[in-house]
């Protein structure tokens, strides 16, 4: 394999073309990540239980299996000069097994933090950054605790796995909490979890930061609409005070130096009425709400998350264009794919997922733009998204 230097820390001191950046996991995120580790001149292999998963259909090779199958992680690791993941859901075990194979630049620490959401609030915590009230809940007299400190409306999340609202319980009054109840006793059990407060927000954005190990740079912060806990729509920049901009940006900075940050972290936000930036979640990786620095940025997420993990310098990303990025679930394929000859100005990326279903991210779609209202009217007029149109939803 072509030669690296290496820190103890398993970062590499800079990756050479023609090196392979092992991926674990084969979803679209990977895919992404992938086309620019080609473009400069890596060569690329992914580890994923799907045979020609969509980073397969752009890599070098993969090795399909499982992705806590620790047999397929050695092999990857030997196959390759270093290793990263698309999804936070990785055996973190597995990889410090194979760090003596391959360089593993964002370590583990980054995974076990984010793994667990009770690791991630104290950890954001102990940083300087809020997040909304919450209480580590193991049962339920434990539950009914917290519940005493927090109050209605809240939401149950397990500490670890879900994603896209799945793990998680909204709690608005006693028949909420009877339900969990009624769910433990036909043999749910209680998972440890974790109670949140709700947090009055005015809106949902976020903002990603990657690093070299060293040095970090930010994107700018963006809004966020979600829809039925899909991420719907992402619109570049947010609308928001200097003081906003300024807060998400520095508490990005120090949670990206807090972790000796390599590759690109996403973080959740919320964003107050009276202009508090509190933290929601963080994911360490790219990010759906990031799609939009493909055609919108000097430089992409994607791009950046490779660069950080290779070692190389990173220079602070511009933002060329306002733009609106609008997610394609399965039910939205037919009638974007209907009507994509038509839209110039779409830009279009399909993630060559095999199977279509309702509700799975199958692409998106992006808009450069000089007025972002107008062409987020311009998207739902489509009639292509009418399903997630809550004006719809409120008229049945």
Avoid at 82 to 90: A, P, R, S
Avoid at 310 to 322: F, M, N, V, Y
Wanted: with cysteine.
């Amino acid at each position: 394999m072509p030669s690296l230097s290496e820190e103890t820390s398993g970062r590499v001191e800079r990756l050479m073309p023609g090196s392979t950046i092992g991926i674990i996991g084969g979803g679209q995120l990977g895919r992404m990540m992938a086309l620019s580790a080609r473009y400069m001149g890596f060569k690329v292999g992914v580890l994923d239980p799907t045979t020609n998963c969509p980073t397969a259909q752009v890599a070098d090779f993969q090795i399909t299996a499982e992705y806590d199958d620790r047999t397929a992680i050695h092999d990857l690791a030997v196959k390759s000069d270093v290793l990263t993941y698309e999804f936070e859901n990785v055996d973190a075990d597995a990889i410090d097994e194979v760090r003596g194979l391959a360089a593993v630049p964002q370590g583990t620490d980054l995974l076990r933090v984010t793994q667990d959401r009770v690791n991630e609030k104290r950890f954001i915590n102990e940083h300087g950054t809020p997040t909304a009230p919450w209480r580590e809940v193991n049962d339920f007299d434990e539950l009914d605790a917290a519940l005493d400190e927090i109050h209605y409306p809240a939401v149950l999340k397990t500490r670890s796995g879900g994603y896209d609202g799945h793990g998680q319980t909204v709690l608005r009054s006693d028949a909420d909490l009877e339900q969990v109840r009624a769910r433990g006793d036909r043999g749910g059990g209680f998972p440890p979890s974790i109670l949140e407060g709700f947090v009055d927000f005015a809106f949902e954005a976020s903002i990603l930061v990657s690093g070299n190990g060293k040095d970090f740079v930010t994107f700018p912060i963006v809004r966020n609409e979600h829809r039925n806990n899909i991420l719907h729509m992402t619109i570049a920049p947010a609308e928001v005070s200097e003081e906003v901009a300024r807060k998400a940006h520095e508490l990005a900075l120090r949670l990206a130096k807090g972790f000796e940050l390599a590759g690109t972290l996403a973080i959740e936000l919320f964003i107050t009425k009276d202009d508090e930036v509190i933290v929601n979640e963080l994911a360490p990786r790219p990010h759906n709400s990031g799609h939009y620095t493909i055609e919108a940025c000097s430089f992409d997420q994607f791009d950046a998350h490779v660069r950080g993990i290779a070692g190389w310098p990173l220079e602070q990303p511009k933002l060329l264009s306002p733009a609106v990025m609008v997610n394609v679930l399965g039910q939205h394929v037919e009638p974007t794919r209907a009507l994509i000859a038509t839209h110039p100005e779409w830009n279009v990326h399909d993630y060559g997922k095999a199977e279509v279903r309702h509700d799975r991210k199958m692409g998106h779609i992006t808009v450069l733009t000089d007025d972002t209202a107008a062409t987020v009217e311009a998207l739902e007029e489509t009639g292509c998204w009418a399903d997630l149109d809550p004006r719809a939803t409120a008229e049945a």
